[in-house]
């Protein structure tokens, strides 16, 4: 439902008044580079509400994420406890800038990698099925899309907020079957078979550093490409002369760029005081484990997600490059690092996916004061949907 906040339980529906709110279309990218998108709203996998054994329940949910160029991706959530938004574009991020220093997310990120990788939609319900099968786990009636999604995100949470599910009672308003079904995959997914995958995926595309100084007679750089994709297109803007080039001065094309390719700007000696820039184009794959966090998280906290399945999309990403008659050569932000932890100078029932099922009861009248739309549904149980 757009536009609108809506909480569901035991039957009885609390909605907010409308929100005149227009879904923008997002911005082509982040100041860096980044990959950039919106949840679409009613879109995506709804899964069961699930109990924790803290006595909190939530909404298990595969989100859509719609990106500038048209593409989508699939999504699971990483902070529970946080208000999914739709009013502002989530931006590609590495693992070491997920907003919340202190949380579990930043120790057991290897393993969130791990169960996004083998769990659903990675995996086709029937390869899950063949899995459990083979550890002599025995499931009532197979696995449905549903209880797949739900124990996926689940394991999910199990390592990014440190939730565990209520093992007597994990599904709220399922029957005993689809609790035990979920447990099953949640307890595979969260166990001893989960050793994690210790590379991060690297982003769709970056340059680094974004922006590099030096002297007239020199190539400035080198400016780094990390990519998951192909180059299709280097586009420039520089003064005659200047031109883009590899390590040994010799012009550049797309085609030669690849991942870890390094570029420079050869500047003459004759050149005058100046700057020009270069920009790349990719296609490709954001890869699966890839975390998005909200642009203005600062202000207006939104729920960090992660990408639990991919679209081929494209991405342009830029840098910059000034010099002088005699300035020494220097480099002004960082070059992008190979995945693994490192720094990428580019680079919630909607689910009550976050927050408690009790928070819209509690701060509707707030969120209505403030004109912020949160997305926040429950469940409803079978027999009243």
């Not at 931006?91 to 169960?115: G, H, L, Q, T």
């Not at 996004?116 to 696995?143: C, F, I, R, W």
Request: charged share 20%.
């Amino acid at each position: 439902m757009h536009g609108r906040s809506v909480l569901v339980r035991g039957g009885i529906a609390v909605a907010s008044a409308a929100v005149a709110l227009t879904m923008a279309a997002p911005a082509a990218l982040a100041d860096d580079g980044a990959a950039r998108g919106r949840v679409v709203e009613g879109s995506g996998t709804e899964g069961f509400s699930v109990n924790f054994d803290s006595g909190q329940h939530y909404v298990a949910k595969l989100f859509g994420l719609k990106l500038s160029d048209g593409s989508k991706l699939k999504m699971y959530c990483v902070q529970v406890e946080v208000g999914m938004r739709t009013d502002q574009d989530m931006i590609e991020r590495p693992w070491n800038k997920y907003p919340d220093a202190a949380s579990p997310f930043n120790k057991n990120n290897e393993k969130i990698n791990w169960v996004l990788h083998h769990g659903y939609p990675a995996v086709a319900v029937k390869s899950l099925e063949g899995v459990l099968g083979k550890k002599d786990v025995k499931l009532t009636d197979g696995l449905s899309v549903e209880e797949a999604v739900t124990a996926t995100q689940a394991a999910v949470w199990h390592f990014s907020d440190g939730k565990n599910l209520d093992r007597k009672k994990p599904l709220p308003y399922e029957s005993a079957e689809e609790s035990a079904d979920v447990l099953a995959l949640y307890d595979y997914l969260t166990g001893k078979d989960n050793v994690g995958i210790g590379q991060q995926p690297k982003p769709t595309l970056d340059i680094g550093p974004a922006k590099a100084s030096g002297a007239t007679g020199t190539r400035i750089g080198p400016f780094s490409v990390a990519t998951t994709g192909d180059i299709t297109a280097l586009t420039s803007k520089l003064p005659e002369g200047v031109k883009v080039t590899d390590a040994d001065g010799k012009e550049i094309k797309a085609g030669a760029i690849k991942d870890g390719t390094k570029i420079f700007v050869d500047v003459p000696k004759d050149a005058k005081d100046g700057s020009g820039s270069f920009a790349l184009k990719v296609s490709g794959h954001l890869d699966t484990g890839r975390l998005f966090v909200g642009e203005n998280y600062a202000k207006v906290p939104a729920q960090s997600l992660i990408v639990a399945e991919s679209e081929k999309t494209s991405v342009v990403a830029n840098a910059t490059a000034s010099w002088k008659q005699g300035g020494a050569p220097v480099t002004d932000t960082p070059a992008p690092t190979t995945p693994g932890g490192a720094e990428s100078g580019g680079g919630n029932e909607l689910a009550n996916t976050g927050a408690s099922a009790a928070l819209p009861l509690t701060i509707g009248g707030a969120l209505l004061g403030a004109g912020v739309l949160m997305v926040l549904l429950v469940r409803r149980r079978r027999s009243e949907a």
